[in-house]
T-cell receptor, first 115, second 111 residues
Framework: EPEVTQTPSHQVTQMGQEVILRCVPI?????FYWYRQILGQKVEFLVS????????KSEIFDDQFSVERPDGSNFTLKIRSTKLEDSAMYFC?????????????FGQGTRLTVV | GQSLEQPSEVTAVEGAIVQINCTYQ??????LSWYQQHDGGAPTFLSY????GLEETGRFSSFLSRSDSYGYLLLQELQMKDSASYFC????????????FGAGTRLFVKA
């Protein structure tokens, strides 16, 4: 069964460093998303991406964040200068359509720890 | 903006039926989804309602009332493995599509 894959599964970084989280969405999906979940809290929307551009972003997704689809398979989230409060689980998700049944498939997440 | 309300915690016994409610406020409403998340795992899709009424998928059913901005997830014949967090999520188009999650309901199933 096709799945969304994320690498790395864990990332520890020093405050102020840049990190890139990588995702390979399901191959025939057109819509891609990043979410984060601080330990014990709800899943928070960061950004959606369609047709090689950002479709929607939340207030969390400030200038420190950027997304890219550098080739036909990868979808990346970059945090330019990490802060302690960026520590969270980051989930990538993809879906085939935006209307209709919107089953978003989630990757297993990257646990980011900023020290 | 968007907001969703769901109970923080529910406890039920094996074999029972439990209902998890969700009320929402959003513009550009498209549909209501439910996701299950076990500890340390990724959210997994359970169901989606775009129209009023009940959708049944095995032991799980989901209901939506658009006029009341309300939905629920119904879990029947509870099993221990159903112990998890359950998130309702609103699909909305506010100039772009996004899915906003509620805070989640922690379900504890007891023997």
């Amino acid at each position: 069964e096709p799945e969304v894959t994320q690498t790395p599964s864990h990332q520890v970084t020093q405050m102020g460093q840049e990190v890139i989280l990588r995702c390979v969405p399901i191959s025939n999906h057109l819509y891609f998303y990043w979410y984060r979940q601080i330990l014990g809290q709800k899943v928070e929307f960061l950004v959606s991406f369609y047709n090689n551009e950002i479709s929607e972003k939340s207030e969390i997704f400030d200038d420190q964040f950027s997304v890219e689809r550098p080739d036909g398979s990868n979808f990346t989230l970059k945090i330019r200068s990490t802060k302690l409060e960026d520590s969270a689980m980051y989930f990538c998700a993809s879906s085939r359509t935006t209307g209709g049944v919107t089953e978003a498939f989630f990757g297993q997440g990257t646990r980011l720890t900023v020290v | 903006g968007q907001s969703l309300e769901q109970p923080s915690e529910v406890t039920a016994v094996e074999g029972a039926i439990v209902q998890i409610n969700c009320t929402y406020q959003t513009s550009g409403f498209y549909g209501l989804s439910w996701y299950q998340q076990h500890d340390g795992g990724a959210p997994t899709f359970l169901s989606y309602n775009a129209l009023d009424g009940l959708e049944e998928t095995g032991r799980f059913s989901s209901f939506l009332s658009r006029s009341d901005s309300y939905g629920y997830l119904l879990l029947q014949e509870l099993q221990m493995k159903d112990s998890a967090s359950y998130f309702c999520a609103v699909r909305a188009n506010t100039g772009g599509f996004k899915t906003i999650f509620g805070a989640g309901t922690r379900l504890f199933v007891k023997a």
